[in-house]
């Protein structure tokens, strides 16, 4: 596999002659052979993501799983709903919310609205939305304010996405919640819920130091 991450200088030499491609062939091959066994790493950001973001787009072009997905996107869809949201995200939920009196609730497509998870320690009450989007190397090369606020409010800040989701789940525990008894059956008062509206991403370029 690291043999595979092995940069061939003559090739990059040829395709990345003219202009700035933002470091396209390094996060392509992020590593130099210096001998059987020994490498340099360009980049350890650059590794990283060739190891995730990355090796799944390798997996894609070099295994014939493209028979079933006619293009990467709809086959990081389906890694993205059915391993990172329905496995990974939910695994994390159910081992940092252990307690006995907890109440974890995973969306299961039948309540309209709902959280990918939702989660009441008594009046405490956490909103979880995972969005497993890219942050396109285009924008992030661009240097350009607009752009960057453009991309960011396509992936999290529309009516269907991220904020616009906080939003409805917000209004829709004023008069109700997402449990089978309502708050006032379980005697929690509504004035003392304090809710954490909680967005997770999972490409570190939405960082912010």
């Known amino acids: 596999m690291l043999e595979s991450f092995v940069l061939d200088y003559t090739k990059y030499a040829n395709e990345y002659s003219n202009g700035e491609r933002n470091f396209s062939g390094l996060k392509e091959s992020p590593l130099f052979r210096i001998n059987d066994g020994e490498y340099l790493v360009f980049n350890w950001n650059f590794l990283s993501n060739k190891l995730y973001n990355g090796l799944l787009f390798d997996f894609y072009l070099r295994s014939t799983i493209s028979q079933e997905f006619p293009t990467f996107l709809a086959f990081k869809k389906y890694i993205s709903e059915s391993v990172i949201e329905k496995f990974i995200f939910r695994k994390l939920i159910e081992q940092s919310f252990r307690k006995k009196q907890t109440k974890v ?101 939405f960082n912010l130091p």
């Open 105 to 205: 609730i995973f969306d299961n497509l039948v309540i309209s609205g709902m959280p990918d998870a939702y989660v009441r320690d008594n009046k405490y009450i956490f909103l979880f939305e995972i969005k497993d989007a890219f942050f396109s190397s285009s924008t992030m090369s661009s240097l350009s304010y607009s752009k960057i606020k453009e991309t960011i409010d396509q992936k999290y800040n529309t009516e269907k996405k991220g904020t616009g989701q906080i939003v409805k789940q917000l209004k829709h525990l004023i008069n109700s919640s997402y449990e089978e008894n309502s708050f006032e059956k379980m005697n929690i008062k509504r004035r003392n819920i304090v809710v954490y509206p909680i967005i997770i991403y999972t490409d570190s370029l």
